[in-house]
């Protein structure tokens, strides 16, 4: 499996070495607002946004992360007073009220006779 990951990787440099040797030529200028950037080949500012996606997707999965460990931890500290609980619940004495064999009627009310 190994060997896919490094000729997928191989392709992939391949690739990208080729986009930015075929797009040396063409130039751009980026404005914002007040501010213009410098002329620079149009592949540097490519690669410059893909590393700032790349930047701020691992940020944000990173905060992703820590969010759900907090939230697994929670469960688990949950879970481990219900074991704890369900422990102490089976360890627990049983009482039972031996209930008699046959109901009792109500008693008759005397008469005088």
Known sequence: MWIVRWILGAVIIVAVLGFALQNQEQTAT???LNWQSPVMPL???LYF???TGLIFW???SAFNIFKLRGKIGKIERENKKLNKELDRLRNAAIEEDVAPAQPQLPAMPETEA
Do not use: D, M, P, T
Request: hydrophobic share 60%; charged share 0%; proline share 0%.
């Open 30 to 32: 980026i404005q914002l």
């Open 43 to 45: 592949y540097l500012y």
């Open 58 to 60: 691992s940020l944000v």
């Open 49 to 51: 946004a893909f590393g």
